[in-house]
Nanobody, 127 residues
Framework: QVQLVESGGGLVRAGDSLTIYCAAT????????VAWFRQASGPERNFVAA????????NYVDSVKGRFAIFTDVARNRVGLRMDNLKPEDTAVYYC????????????????????WGQGTQVTVSS
């Protein structure tokens, strides 16, 4: 059983940077895809970024390309999301999710394809 714990959220101003983390307990992220989703309002969690733990492949939603970077921290068995030039519309609860690696190139954007979820961390960007 994999348990995911997010950390690093907080209140920042527009234009600031922030890095949030997702740590796994119970097992390593090996052979998994790890993703970040966010939920601003309503029930839907929207895809932000994903990384294949075993190979250097990433995927991003268009609205964060060039501003966000997802990365692996193998020594600490965690995945980070560095967010630069934050905007008020980035305000949301950010959730970490992990799912099985089906291929080296497939990084799902659908939340249904992820089996494990963290509790979420709040990121608030003031204007």
């Amino acid at each position: 059983q994999v348990q995911l714990v997010e950390s690093g959220g907080g209140l920042v101003r527009a234009g600031d940077s922030l890095t949030i983390y997702c740590a796994a307990t119970g097992r390593t992220f090996s052979d998994h895809v790890v993703a970040w989703f966010r939920q601003a309002s309503g029930p839907e969690r929207n895809f932000v970024a994903a990384v294949n733990w075993n190979v250097p492949r990433t995927n991003y939603v268009d609205s964060v390309k060039g501003r966000f970077a997802i990365f692996t921290d193998v020594a600490r068995n965690r995945v980070g999301l560095r967010m630069d030039n934050l905007k008020p519309e980035d305000t949301a609860v950010y959730y970490c999710a992990a799912g099985p690696q089906r291929s080296y190139t497939y990084l799902p954007v659908n939340s249904d394809e992820y089996d494990y979820w963290g509790q979420g961390t709040q990121v608030t960007v003031s204007s």
